[in-house]
């Protein structure tokens, strides 16, 4: 065969991406030539010219490949370019295809608040003219400064990977992206304040580092998905729709939640070294209907202090989730179930309805005996258990009495081998 | 799949050999559906343009999709609450997805016979699965190697040639250097 129909060579062409196989195919035939203007996609991988070098700085030469083959692709939807490019040429290939971009996604590479080409205003100010743009990915930026956009219509994805911020600035960026349905800013740091509202968001994920004290204010009624890391502070108007939602503190401290009832919550994952107890206690009170839980926090306090968690009443926990699905817990909760008066009132009436999956990581071997029986009673209170797992995880105290808790809980699963296993 | 009694056509191979499916499934082509529709009931059907071996595996292909549209339809309207419908539907979406891959797992003449088939009889969801396929065996080549992969001539002048090659040059640079390794091969 030496002959495709031409409509076959252009939805071939199409599924190409890389700029080294457009290039290479400019050059097989006439025909397959003739279809090249039409790609819809260039992407530039990292090291895409890497073949070429000699030792003689070929960057601006790199840059002239990458606006003429922009310029050729002349229904160009999507460009991606990870290789590194002199920001100030950005402009001209963005205003040759504004028609019709729907889709950027630029390595910075730190740049960004520098002056643009003409001196003024940021680098990502050319961004602008990219008037359809529908989604937009920056991986390291410098965001000290907001860029001027304008207002984009289109914009429904946002995600910013590898920024340093300034307060105030992330507000205005949403601020010219009104109508964004997907927020994803990772890797973040520089902020004290995050602040936004936006009418038609529905996923977001902020992941800020650093130990410090971040506040987050977020007004949006669409909102089902949301994942926060980093902050100490959170604030969620009501009247959101939030059906997943994570909240991690890696390092410092979770002080306070609010977000007021979460009536749609299918999955709850709370994480991190030091919550306060107002804070855990809130959000398991506006999660009532969850039934999928992880609880992977540490430590309680509002200071520097460590402190365990508080007794949490095992029947009252249960009667106020009757919904649980699934359940994760992490040490310090558990042995929270296990005090003493806890497990007093457990009575031969009570049943956790719903609960089929129970993973439960365990770190020390402290009120063992309370802990075997904590886990005995979620077995015979549990009518739908299917599966109990429980994590022994390094033990602290590596004496006697941890070998011990280990043959009980051995034992344990050995009476109850269909649904317990041990990790 | 129920061939429960729907109407069936018969479509004949370019060599001869007749295959009847249910009116459905030959449907999944446009043209053939054109034919039915707009040059009134035909019973057998000829394809000129397609061998036994690439007509079964196009009819494979329009049956398995027929069925799986089938099934996520009724799945869809019987399961109580959409959130159960569709957790059910995507499994077999999954499901669907790897059978596709297994499908095109073909050697190169077959592959090349079914682009050529699904342009002809205008079946849209096949021509995409297989020049995806197509495109995928060829990321990564040199316009030499691509140019052997189709079979086709070189039909570029040498000075036309040389032009693009100084442009490009960076996507070039991996050739020359498995070029000089020919010479002293």
Redesign the interface.
């Known amino acids: 065969m030496n002959y495709l129909p031409e409509g076959v060579v252009e939805l071939i062409l199409s599924q190409l991406k890389n700029a080294r196989d457009i290039a290479s195919s400019t050059c097989v035939s006439k025909q397959w030539q003739s279809c090249v203007p039409y790609v819809p996609s260039l992407y530039f991988p990292r090291a895409v010219f890497d073949y070429s070098q000699r030792g003689n700085n070929k960057g601006s030469d790199y840059d002239a490949t990458i606006g003429r083959m922009i310029a050729e692709a002349i229904r160009l939807e999507e460009l991606v370019i990870y290789c590194p490019f002199n920001p100030s040429n950005l402009g001209t290939w963005l205003n040759l295809r504004a028609d019709t971009l729907r889709v950027l996604e630029l390595r910075m590479d730190g740049f960004g608040d520098k002056p643009g080409p003409d001196g003024s205003g940021t680098q990502l100010d050319c961004i602008r003219v990219a008037k359809r743009l529908e989604l937009l990915k920056i991986w390291g930026v410098s965001l000290t400064a907001a860029p001027k956009w304008g207002v984009l219509k289109q914009l429904k994805s946002l995600e910013i990977v590898g920024a340093t911020v300034r307060d105030g600035v992330l507000e205005e960026v949403v601020h010219a992206s009104p109508n964004l349905v997907n927020l994803v800013l990772l890797s973040c740091e520089g902020a004290g304040l995050v602040k936004f509202e936006l009418g038609r968001l529905e996923r977001c994920r902020l992941d800020f580092l650093g130990q410090g004290n971040i506040a987050l204010f977020l007004s949006a009624p669409r909102l089902e998905d949301l994942y926060v890391q980093g902050f100490s502070s959170i604030w969620v108007k009501p009247n959101h729709r939030i059906k997943t939602l994570s909240i991690a503190k890696n390092h410092g401290r979770v002080y306070n939640v609010e977000m007021g009832k979460l009536a749609e919550v299918q999955s709850l994952y709370l994480r991190g070294i030091q919550w306060s107890w107002g804070a855990i206690s809130s959000v398991l009170q506006y999660a009532s209907d969850v039934t999928h839980l992880t609880m992977k926090v540490e430590f309680c306090g509002n200071s520097e202090t460590l402190l365990p968690f508080p007794e949490v009443d095992l029947v009252n926990f249960f009667n106020s989730h009757p919904k649980l699905l699934k359940f994760d817990i992490h040490g310090a909760m558990f042995a929270s179930f296990c005090q003493k008066n806890s497990l007093a009132k457990v009575n031969s009436n009570f049943v956790i309805p719903c609960l089929e999956e129970v993973s439960v990581i365990v770190r020390s071997a402290l009120n063992a005996e309370q802990k075997l029986n904590a886990l005995e009673s979620l077995l015979t209170h549990t009518p739908k258990l299917r599966k109990m797992v429980i994590r022994v995880s390094q033990m602290k105290n590596c004496n006697e009495a941890a070998d011990d808790f280990f043959e009980e809980v051995c034992k344990f699963r050995l009476m109850n081998h269909r649904v317990v296993c041990v990790e | 799949m129920a061939d429960n009694g729907g109407k069936k056509i018969t479509l004949k191979s370019s060599d001869g050999e007749e295959f009847e499916v249910p009116e459905v499934v030959a449907m999944e082509s446009q043209t053939i559906r054109h034919v039915i529709e707009d040059v009134c009931a035909k019973n057998s059907i000829p394809l000129l343009n397609v061998n036994s071996k690439i007509l079964s595996k196009v009819i494979e292909y329009c049956k398995k999709h027929v069925a799986a549209a089938e099934a996520a339809a009724s799945k869809a309207s019987t399961e109580e609450g959409t959130a159960a419908a569709a957790s059910v539907t995507k499994p077999s979406d999954e499901d669907l997805k790897t059978w596709d891959a297994e499908f095109v797992k073909v050697d190169k003449g077959t592959l090349?016979n079914l682009?050529?088939a699904a342009?002809y009889l205008h079946i849209p969801g096949l021509?995409?699965l297989t020049?995806?396929a197509?495109?995928?065996m060829?990321?990564?080549?040199?316009?030499k190697e691509?140019?052997k992969f189709?079979?086709?001539?070189?039909?570029?002048s040498p000075e036309e040639?040389e032009e693009?090659?100084r442009?490009?040059?960076?996507?070039?640079?991996?050739e020359k250097r498995t070029r000089a390794f020919d010479a002293y091969a």
């Open positions: 090349f682009i050529l342009n021509l995409d020049c995806q197509a495109a995928d060829i990321k990564g080549k040199s316009a691509i140019r189709f079979n086709l001539k070189n039909c570029i040639e693009i090659r442009e490009n040059q960076w996507a070039f640079e991996e």
